[in-house]
Nanobody, 125 residues
Framework: QLEESGGGSVQAGGSLKLSCAAS????????MGWFRQAPGKEREFVAA????????YYADSVTGRFALSKDIIKNTLYLEMNGLKPEDTAVYYC????????????????????WGQGTQVTVSS
């Protein structure tokens, strides 16, 4: 089970930090990712981190603005978002890979089998 929090409404240029508390799946054994879905659009990859934490992956649109981290004691994934833009407005979903120790397909939804309910992020201009 994954539970996101931290969404909200901010003005362009602002910051938010999303959290994803995991249970039944561990951030130390599974690749974890964030996806987002804007109204009328398909769900798209935002960022992911390998089970070791050594490898991180970002969509081109967020590189340099968003940063992933995780707390292995709390079994929680974080997404720090800075320099937010109106085009970042979406529902953000946390996801966990279906298998241990793999990053194959990390930028696609196919890798992930556990999803959170999502948290809304709204950025106004």
């Amino acid at each position: 089970q994954l539970e996101e929090s931290g969404g909200g409404s901010v003005q362009a240029g602002g910051s938010l930090k999303l959290s994803c508390a995991a249970s039944g799946v561990f951030v130390t054994t599974h690749t974890m990712g964030w996806f987002r879905q804007a109204p009328g659009k398909e769900r798209e990859f935002v960022a992911a981190i390998s089970w070791t934490g050594r490898d991180t992956y970002y969509a081109d649109s967020v590189t340099g603005r968003f940063a992933l981290s995780k707390d292995i004691i709390k079994n929680t994934l974080y997404l720090e978002m800075n320099g937010l833009k109106p085009e970042d407005t979406a529902v953000y979903y946390c996801a966990a890979a279906g298998n241990f120790y793999t990053t194959v397909g990390v930028r696609t939804t196919l890798l992930y089998t556990t999803w959170g309910q999502g948290t809304q992020v709204t950025v106004s201009s």
